[in-house]
């Protein structure tokens, strides 16, 4: 009962005030210049101007959508050509003239412009709604995640080890060391008497021209050290002396 009467009171107190403001704004048309079948046309799209804004703005405000700054707009430019054609009704000048003249056309483009801008946020709500969610820092429906309740244990032992890090090991290949290569012969321990049959025969070690063998080529040829190759060849009377040809 309440509500209905304040719904009653407001809008006969809306209705009373309009007359009125239709009634200053006709005159005012009238005054400076205006045909008659102009006259009742201005303060119709006047006040229509701002009733169609503020429809607007509460057609965003119960979608959730965010509210277009085109109809804040035309809400403040129809309230103040309302209110300074009811305080200048009986001015006639050239300046009013001219406002008169110019809000048909002003009216028009804005308010056909914010009919477009309504039919574009109609037709792709989704975006609409990501702007405003994004100007007032609340995801937007259908964007975020989605939590679902966990009815029974086993459900939430399942989401638990879904959810649960994985820590996967990798198991190291275990290092392969190659068998080195068999050394040459040569290098194979063996007997004074028997690197002294190598040397005893020249098709194994090769003389030099006064027929003694240079250590270095008694190295090669056995295998072993400048020392014991010294030795070995000072036993076979093979080591060249320092006056040339074999110690013997």
Do not use: C
């Not at 990501?130 to 939590?147: D, L």
């Not at 063998?213 to 060849?233: E, M, P």
Request: net charge positive; no cysteine; glycine share 8%.
């Amino acid at each position: 009962m309440l509500v209905a009467a304040s719904v009653i009171s407001v809008a006969g107190v809306a209705l009373i005030a309009g007359a009125i403001s239709f009634g200053h704004m006709h005159d005012w048309a009238a005054v400076n210049g205006e045909p008659a079948w102009r006259q009742p046309l201005f303060p119709l799209s006047v006040d229509g101007l701002v009733i169609a804004g503020s429809v607007v703005l509460l057609a965003d405000s119960l979608a959730g959508r965010r509210r277009d700054w085109l109809a804040y707009v035309l809400v403040t430019a129809g309230a103040a050509v309302s209110v300074a054609a009811n305080v200048l009704h009986g001015w006639h000048h050239p300046i009013a003239a001219t406002v008169i003249a110019a809000w048909p056309p002003l009216s028009l483009i804005g308010s056909y412009e914010l009919l477009m801008r309504l039919l574009h946020r109609l037709r792709h709500p989704q975006m609409a709604t990501k702007k405003a969610s994004k100007s007032s820092g609340t995801p937007a429906a259908g964007t975020g995640p989605v939590e679902v309740p966990d009815s029974t244990p086993a459900v939430a032992a399942a989401a638990a080890k879904v959810t649960a890090p994985v820590n996967v090991q990798l198991r190291k290949r275990p290092k392969t060391t190659r068998p080195r290569r068999a050394k040459t012969a040569a290098v194979i321990a063996r007997s004074d008497a028997d690197l002294l049959v190598i040397l005893a025969d020249p098709t194994l070690t090769p003389r030099d021209a006064d027929g003694s063998v240079s250590v270095r080529a008694a190295k090669t040829a056995l295998g072993i050290g400048a020392d014991r190759a010294r030795r070995l060849l000072a036993e076979a009377d093979l080591l060249r002396n320092p006056n040339g040809g074999p110690t013997s």
